[in-house]
Structures are given as C-alpha cells and as structure tokens.
C-alpha cells in the first residue's frame, strides 16, 4: 500500500529524490513520513508532511538540506535530498500515521513501505 522508490548510490554533496506513492487503506491517513535506519542504529524520524494543509516537520540533522512535498492528485510524496552526507546513508521507509499529532513519532505511523537504500560515499 506505500511503494516507496528514488534510492541509490552517491557521493556526498549529490542528490536523490524519493518518492512514495500511497493506495488503499493508506488514503484515510494525516500525516505521510520518511524515517531512515542506519545499520547497527535505531530507526530516525527524517521529515513529515500533512496531507491537508501541507505543513512540514523535518528532523535537525536534515532540515536545510531535505525537502518533503507531496503530491495529491497522485497521491505521492516526495523526499528531496541535497548536499548528502555519508551519515545520510541508511534504508528510507515511508509511512502514513492516521493519527492528528505527533508526526515525528514512528510508533504512530500504521502503514509501512518496504524501504529503499540510500548509499551516500565519501
């Protein structure tokens, strides 16, 4: 129900977008999010979205950087990642929370996309 794409390998200072695109039960959903989970590390909250009005969270160590966006017609949301740092290297997972609060908190996130690598060399 989220088919999450976009990730792949590159050198720091470079650029990837990620896209998720949401079907079925994940159209009732508030918030859509990226986390990314480095190996051997916890799963980190990255940067969220409000389907309805749009508004942002983003994590400290990204926001400048990263950029979320969301597409509705299409039901798509966008992760556009610049001046990558190897310590963006990680699986990005995207997930929709139906909840009204708390976007940055994966334990409110329902839906769960399969992941995509990000390798970001130095």
């Known amino acids: 129900q989220l088919q999450a794409c976009g990730g792949g390998l590159v050198q720091a200072g470079g650029s990837l977008r990620l896209s998720c695109t949401a079907s079925g039960s994940t159209f009732s959903s508030n918030y859509m999010g990226w986390f990314r989970q480095a190996p051997g590390k916890e799963r980190e909250f990255v940067a969220a979205?409000?389907?309805?009005?749009?508004?942002?969270y983003y994590a400290n160590s990204v926001r400048g950087r990263f950029t979320i966006s969301r597409d509705n017609a299409k039901n798509t949301v966008y992760l556009q990642m610049n001046s990558l740092k190897p310590e963006d290297t990680g699986v990005y997972y995207c997930?929709?929370?139906?909840?009204?609060?708390?976007?940055?908190?994966?334990?409110?996130?329902?839906?769960w996309g399969q992941g995509t690598l990000v390798t970001v060399s130095s």
């Open positions: 979205i409000s389907w309805s009005t749009g508004g942002t």
């Open positions: 997930a929709a929370s139906i909840r009204v609060d708390l976007p940055r908190d994966f334990r409110t996130y329902k839906y």
